[in-house]
């Protein structure tokens, strides 16, 4: 079990949202302040804005992997290659963990409306289906960009 996957559940427990928790506890490596990473990934909470399309968890990793993988300009093909050979074998991954890379496909209910926000929160699924993304981005994340590393 990751350290930084489990700090970035409990972070999403405490009520932050899940792009926020994925990209402050995996973006301190990469020099990311805690307050820049909040402000940055607030908008993509809920499957971006709320909205139930991509998965927050999986977009804070992206962040990440732009973080690490970032071209240094724009003529910078090589890196751009690999950011993005990078970001595809996170999403393949995460999807086959998870079912899906959307947000109302995971968590079962479309957090779009307040009926679907209601029971995700009363039915505990925000609970339990988040954080399990959420460790899940990190662990992908952690093997992809630190694969020599324990954990």
């Known amino acids: 079990m ?46 971006i804005g709320r909205t139930g399309n991509v998965c927050g968890a999986a977009t804070g990793a992206l962040m990440v992997i732009g973080l690490k993988c970032s071209a240094k300009d ?14 595809q074998e996170f999403l393949a991954r995460f999807k086959a963990r998870s079912g899906s890379l959307l947000c109302r496909d995971i968590i079962g209910c479309d957090l779009a409306t307040s009926e679907g926000l209601k029971y995700a929160i009363e039915s505990g699924r925000h609970q339990t289906i988040c954080p399990k993304a959420i460790r899940d981005a990190v662990e992908i994340i952690e093997e992809l960009l630190n694969p020599m590393e324990k954990r």
């Open 74 to 87: 724009a003529a910078d093909l090589p890196a751009k290659a690999e950011s993005a050979r990078i970001a």
């Open 2 to 47: 990751s350290k930084n996957g489990e700090a970035a559940a409990a972070m999403f427990l405490q009520g932050y949202n899940c792009a926020q928790s994925v990209l402050v506890c995996c973006g301190r490596e990469y020099g990311l302040p805690r307050e820049t990473a909040v402000r940055v990934a607030q908008a993509f909470g809920g499957g």
